[in-house]
DNA sequence: ATTTTCAAT
């Protein structure tokens, strides 16, 4: 794999600052979306692409990759004839934001209609969560029912970020002050927020049984 | 203890 011009990488002071998982995330008014896109071609070869996006005003970033994405995943929707086979994709991105719950539902959506596309969603910090019943969470729980995995980016994928998508220019990731702790706290909260998935399904099978 | 959030000026 050759590595892309460092014009499409990102800039490091960028990447560190918009994926900082601190609590209070002051002034980040702006999400990145970090992507990787695979394709299976044969047992032992995959197509493979990579790049960055940013939100547009008016566009939340994980709408704007919905938009590239006939041109990130050709054929996914078939070639053209309906007879012919769809191919297969798994998509893995890293967000600075979770979702939103308009994104999240539409995502669900999309992600129902479409089960040749494998979605894996990674986070730096959580958007609007505190609250028990925030739409939010209850977004996130409905991209968890489409099958998405979403997880808190911990080192290891802050590391993987800045090697694949960061210009680093042979500088190595140094982890900032906390940043342990907060993925701890946050990988908690994202548990939490998603195991009411569990409990609800758990009282749907009560409720089926008459219990 | 409290602080922020894909802005709005």
Redo the contacts with the bound molecule.
Sequence with gaps: MITKLDSMLLAKKKFIYHYKNI?????????YLCFVVKRRVGPDSMSFDFGHLR?R??C???LLFLRYLGALCPGLWGCGGSTEKKLSYSITWF?S????AD?SFRLSQFLNRTPNLRLRIFVS??????LEDSREREGLRMLKKAGVQITVMSYKDYFYCWQTFVAHRMSSFKAWDGLHQNYVRLARKLNRILQACETEDLRDAFKLLGL
């Design positions: 609590r209070w995330a002051k002034g980040r008014h702006e999400t939100n005003a008016g939340h970033v994980e967000c934001w979770s979702p939103c994104c910090r959580l958007y609007f969560c505190d």
